[in-house]
């Protein structure tokens, strides 16, 4: 099984967040919680049911990580691309996503 990390939007924001083992929304993907069995998965599911619920965030879902050097890299170019920001300078205070981290 390949591992997985909730992510979902926050609403007051829209910033992208990624649950962490504390059960609280980060801004870090690299701080999320991974799971790597299919009950890890369940719960991360539910739990980001009863955050939307709850209109913490909105856009939840499961994606697909893979663990490198103790670094966690999305699977897909949109994760990644959410994970390190914009591919281009966007605004002030976001800075353009590190190009060797959204590469596929």
């Given at each position: 099984?390949?591992?997985?990390?909730?992510?979902?939007?926050?609403?007051?924001?829209g910033i992208?967040?990624?649950?962490?083992?504390?059960?609280?929304?980060?801004?870090?993907?690299?701080?999320?919680l991974?799971?790597?069995?299919?009950?890890?998965?369940?719960?991360l599911?539910?739990?980001?049911?009863?955050?939307?619920?709850d209109?913490?965030?909105?856009?939840?879902?499961?994606?697909e990580?893979?663990?490198?050097?103790?670094?966690?890299?999305?699977?897909?170019?949109?994760?990644?691309?959410?994970?390190q920001?914009?591919?281009?300078?966007?605004?002030?205070?976001?800075?353009?996503?590190?190009?060797?981290?959204?590469?596929?």
């Amino acid at each position: 099984m390949v591992d997985k990390v909730l992510t979902a939007n926050r609403l007051t924001d829209g910033i992208a967040v990624w649950l962490d083992a504390n059960g609280k929304w980060s801004t870090s993907l690299q701080e999320a919680l991974v799971a790597r069995h299919n009950e890890a998965v369940e719960a991360l599911e539910a739990i980001g049911k009863k955050s939307y619920a709850d209109n913490e965030v909105v856009d939840v879902a499961v994606v697909e990580v893979q663990e490198t050097n103790g670094v966690l890299w999305p699977l897909r170019l949109r994760e990644r691309i959410r994970a390190q920001g914009p591919t281009m300078e966007y605004a002030p205070g976001y800075a353009p996503a590190d190009p060797e981290f959204i590469a596929v």
